[in-house]
């Protein structure tokens, strides 16, 4: 499932698959160190850095893979496991995000980690609900993402107001790329998939101009 999920993202980016997500995958929570046990969530990426060098981790629990093995995204994705579908597949957006730029010595804050994060998670879903029908443009996905969807106060803590910024920007861009694909056909795709890979590669703060230029 994480493969999968990597290489749909690596396809969508146009980014090398340097690394498996699978070989920094946990799924024990009495390996995460103390701090970070205490919290909840059912994903959490770790990162830390030593004498140049970076050391990544993601955790994810292990219901929600169990949940995914039994409801393949990949064959219907549908509501009864979007919201396992974007718990996962934001843990690899997170990774291959921070294994691309750190391949290109370039920081990263958590700003954009989870700006691009939103956006890979409504990307992604498109790309798989066109697929599984492609005669249906899936406009009720932006609602469920970007209104519907709440931010746990508890496990965001102190952290609320940055990620109701990254879920601001990301809305905006997703809306403005779901109008260059309305119109079905190879011309829209195209269109859409360049956009989102110079976005990619920008850093944080052309990424926010970018967006309140387009928007």
């Not at 443009?137 to 990254?166: K, Q, S």
């Amino acid at each position: 499932m994480l493969q999968a999920l990597q290489s749909l993202l690596a396809g969508i980016y146009d980014v090398p698959l340097t690394h498996d997500v699978s070989d920094f995958l946990l799924t024990d929570r009495s390996r995460l160190p103390p701090a970070v046990r205490a919290n909840d969530s059912d994903e959490q990426v770790l990162v830390a850095e030593d004498d140049g060098t970076l050391w990544v981790s993601l955790y994810l629990e292990p219901a929600v893979l169990q949940r995914l093995a039994s409801a393949n995204p990949f064959e219907a994705l549908h509501a009864g496991n979007i919201a396992d579908y974007w718990t996962a597949l934001e843990g690899v957006s997170h990774f291959l995000y921070l294994a691309w730029n750190a391949s290109h010595d370039r920081s990263v804050t958590l700003l954009e980690l989870e700006l691009q994060g939103e956006i890979d998670k409504y990307v992604s879903s498109l790309w798989l609900l066109q697929e599984q029908n492609p005669n249906r443009f899936p406009v009720e996905l932006h609602h469920v993402l970007f209104e519907r969807t709440r931010v746990d106060t508890v496990l965001a803590g102190d952290r609320m107001e940055l990620y109701r910024r990254a879920s601001f920007y990301a809305e905006r861009f997703c809306r403005r790329l779901a109008r260059t694909l309305r119109p079905a056909g190879f011309n829209a795709q195209a269109a859409a998939i360049a956009e989102l890979r110079r976005f990619y590669r920008l850093g944080r703060e052309r990424k926010l101009q970018h967006i309140e230029r387009a928007a």
